[in-house]
């Protein structure tokens, strides 16, 4: 069975807010049906995070992750103090943190909402959307690696 690791902010909860994210929510349903699940958040504390859920009737996880630093630094820290299962999939709403999340060797799905339902609405709108620079060149760099590792080679 899958164990995940699910940031609260940004995916199910708007960030420095109580308003939920509809298709965090959705994410969050399907994920606690059908995996271990850990709620982890570095704005608010297990218990400030277990009101907010159970409110919301959003009870299918494990237990909550405080991560008191904010940033990739707080987040990783955060994920190694999980020692009851292994962490198949860290979901993830910074791009600065699953680039670090990869580094360290977390499996992570980058999951944003998009701040303007159509890109031509932005106001730096320029024809097309800028690629996460951060995480594209993690994952660039990784399978370069990944490449010219030897031991991967029949020589």
């Known amino acids: 069975m899958l164990t995940a690791v699910l940031v609260l902010e940004g995916i199910v909860r708007v960030a420095g807010s109580e308003a939920p994210l509809e298709t965090g929510v959705a994410l969050y349903q399907a994920l606690a049906h059908n995996s271990r699940l850990y709620v982890l958040s570095n704005e608010w504390t297990e218990d400030e995070m ?17 991560a008191p ?19 198949s999939l860290v979901v993830e709403p910074d791009p600065a943190c699953a680039a670090a999340e990869i ?13 303007y339902s159509r890109p031509e609405w932005r106001p ?9 620079d951060a995480l594209t060149d ?7 690696l990944r490449l010219s590792d030897r031991r991967l080679t029949d020589e």
Not at 69 to 87: E, F, N, Q, T
Not at 138 to 144: L, R, S
């Open 138 to 144: 993690e994952i660039e760099h990784q399978q370069a």
């Open 50 to 66: 277990d009101l907010w859920m159970r409110r919301r009737g959003l009870t299918g996880h494990l237990t909550y992750l405080h």
């Open 103 to 115: 580094a360290d060797g977390w499996s992570t799905l980058l999951h944003t909402h998009a701040a």
């Open 124 to 132: 730096d709108y320029q024809g097309s959307p800028r690629p996460w």
């Open 69 to 87: 630093i904010p940033g990739p630094a707080g987040r990783l820290d955060a994920l190694r103090r999980i020692r009851s299962w292994r962490i």
